[in-house]
């Protein structure tokens, strides 16, 4: 087994905790990396460490800083660990090495959409362009895999956070045209997910919610 289906095999079920129908398998192992910080940052990422599994992928840069697949297993570490400025920026570099891997084009835009909504120190106009940036990451993401409900629903996140950003009266960004197109993209969305499972009544609740925000702006 090699290290990308190392990677495939261990975030089945990271995936599987955030989709909407999948099923997850863990691999029994896997073949091991010539580099020593590497490995110890598998086996931590495999036992749940995210702090060392960091530590030690970080170490393994800049001697592996052109593959994909360790980046890709830095960024998930950073993720999980808070640090979302990191973990953008990592999976951006994983972009820009395959511009066709839709889940780290999907973690980018979590990241920088988490990044938006928790910073207390950066710029309202900051924070909406970086929403701006997560909606264009999960755009990219579905054209490459269409199919898979989760791309979908975090894009409506995306819209609903940029639509409550830019249509609270009184902000130096309000803007009540832009702020609707962002709830009606969040409510399409939504609609988009409950066509993967109809029955999922959270998703029918959030599509309320957005109707009422969209519905009441000033």
Sequence with gaps: MNLKSFKLGLFTGVFALMALNASAQQPKQAEQHSN???????????????????SYLTKALPQ???????????????????????????FGKVVALNGKNANALYFKGKATNNLAVQANKISVANKEQLLRVAIEDY??????????AKFYQNRAIAN?????LIGTAGTP????????DAYNNAIKDYEKV???????????TEIKKAKV?????K
């Design 36 to 54: 020593a910080n590497v490995r110890m940052g598998q086996k931590a990422l495999l036992d749940g460490d995210f702090k060392n599994a960091e």
């Design 64 to 90: 592996e800083g052109k593959d994909p697949d360790v980046l890709y297993m830095l960024g998930y570490s950073q993720f999980q660990n808070g640090d979302y400025k990191k973990s953008a920026e990592t």
């Design 139 to 148: 755009s990219k993401a579905i054209a490459i895999t269409p199919n898979d």
């Design 160 to 164: 609903r956070d940029l639509g409550i």
């Design 173 to 180: 960004n309000y803007n009540k045209a832009m702020a609707t």
């Design 194 to 204: 409950l066509s993967f499972d109809a029955s999922k009544k959270d998703i029918q």
């Design 213 to 217: 925000y969209r519905d009441n702006l």
